[in-house]
């Protein structure tokens, strides 16, 4: 990892509320992203930022459905990157009783982390597929690229 990119969101107008839950699971509050960039400035940074690069994170579905979602919200077209989950190479190659993030992480030998902290948790998955690269001595991420719809992104 040699650059990292961070930034919290202020939702819009009628997408704006706070569920407890999610409050209890990732620590943001409104009060923290009052004065935080709308996703139609941030996005463009992410855009500039990862430019044509491979996407990792340890849930593709997700994570690329939450970028999606907030595209779709802006008017935005979402990237067009190749995605890899670490979660479904962790299942395919680790023989464990869990395959969440944090439970992955330590079992490859990885530092702790804040776990839901978004960049705590993209560092997490950028190790691990560090860590699997090696161990398994993967030298082409192509065949482990997420397909979608048919089509590979």
Same mark, same amino acid.
């Given at each position: ?5 961070? $930034? ?56 690329? $459905? ?5 595209? *779709?919200? +802006? ?9 890899? +989950? ?32 978004? $960049? ?12 699997? *690269?090696?161990?398994?001595?993967? *030298? ?5 690229? $997420? ?7």
């Amino acid at each position: 990892m040699v650059e990292r990119f961070s $930034s919290l969101v202020r939702p819009p107008a009628g997408l704006d509320y706070f569920e407890y839950r999610n409050i209890q699971v990732h620590g943001i509050y409104p009060e923290d992203v009052v004065r935080a960039p709308r996703w139609a400035r941030v996005a463009g940074q992410v855009e500039d930022f990862i430019g044509d690069d491979l996407l990792v994170a340890h849930n593709v579905p997700f994570d690329r $459905s939450v970028i999606e979602q907030a595209n *779709t919200v +802006c008017g935005l077209e979402p990237p067009k990157n190749k995605w890899v +989950c670490t979660l479904r190479l962790s299942k395919a190659h680790l023989d464990l009783t869990s395959h969440r993030l944090p439970s992955v992480s330590a079992h490859l030998g990885l530092s702790p982390f804040q776990h839901h902290d978004a $960049s705590a948790d993209a560092e997490a998955a950028a190790g691990i597929l560090l860590a699997l *690269t090696d161990l398994l001595d993967i *030298t082409d991420l192509s065949k482990h690229v $997420s397909v979608r719809r048919g089509r590979q992104n």
